[in-house]
């Protein structure tokens, strides 16, 4: 998007946040950072995202492509910058050298280690203003980060498709598809953008799911999360879920916190089920948020989307705040998070 001209400093922000979704599942353990640098007339004249851990930061992957032009110019970045050396060197150096003259961030670093690079940039006579568009980037981009640095663990999404009544399956076991083809797309490239993905190994046995991050023409995207089977049930020889496209860790066990703890530094991590596997997480309290994906299909019978046994009443039911709904075809997905 270089040569694209932005008005605004949340113009510019976001192109800065759409440059970071590029980094998403590829830059962990890192934070999947976007920047944009803007000359004086306007003018996107670079744009970088967070390599892979131990390659270049969106900053410098942005000055990189800024060349000379970024003397002067404005970088938009959508976490502060940071100030130390780790397997690469403190970023705030790279744009004084590169005679930026301004800094517009989104999100202050939280992080101990890295933060500062505010004031050391104000030090160094470049005016900094920070906290653009930070509630958008702290919701999107930056939130599995950010959940990881409070939590030590994973931000947990389970997801399913099923009927208005809840089922994922007819009586006889069919479920391909009650969702539509925009729906399948729209999972796919959420699978490109997570670290690792959960599933039972009663659903490997049934199903023989690839768990892959694939285009329509069924062609493999760029990332492929880890995937993780759940259960003592032993993998079937010759599954879909064991080949060569992305690692494959069975963790044969029945408790969801060993699911999360073999996703290893994962800042993301989805529940695709089945049922009893869904259920497991959230009894055990480790889900963050739902992907819900309604169909408008009745069946009247057949496996309902979750099961778990802990709840015996109304009153211990898990209650959940609607963050948003999109119409993705003639489907919904309904995003929620847990209520607190």
Known sequence: MTSERVATD????????DASQSARGISTPNPPVG?????????VVGVGSTAPAGGPHAEVVALAAAGDRARGATAVVTLEPCDHTGRTGPCTAALIAAGITRVVY??????????????????AGIEVVGGVLADDVAADPLRAWLFRLRTGRPLV???????????????????????????????????ARLDAIVVGSGTVATDDP????????????????????????????????????APTRHVASHDPAEAVAAAGDALSLLVEGGPTVLGAFLAAGLVDRVQAYLAPTVLGAGAAAVLDASVATLAQ????????????????????????
Do not use: C, Y
Request: proline letters at 6%; hydrophobic letters at 45%.
């Open 157 to 191: 999404t389970a997801k399913f498709a099923a009927t208005l009544d809840g089922r994922i399956a007819a009586p006889d076991g069919t479920s391909r598809w009650i969702t539509g083809d925009v729906a399948r797309e729209r999972v796919h490239r959420d699978r």
């Open 10 to 17: 949340e113009a510019a922000m976001r192109a800065a946040i």
């Open 35 to 43: 920047a944009v640098v803007v000359d004086r007339a306007g003018v």
């Open 210 to 245: 690839a768990l892959t991050a694939r285009h329509a023409d069924g062609s493999l995207r760029g990332h492929q999360p880890t995937r993780i089977v759940l259960g003592r049930r032993p993998l079937p020889d010759g599954a879909r879920i064991l080949g060569p496209e």
């Open 106 to 123: 989104a999100v202050s670093d939280p992080n101990p280690v890295a933060a500062g690079g505010a004031a050391t940039l104000r030090a």
């Open 317 to 340: 039911a898990h209650r959940f705040t609607r963050e948003s709904v999109e119409i993705l075809g003639d489907d919904l997905l309904i995003t929620l998070a847990p209520t607190v």
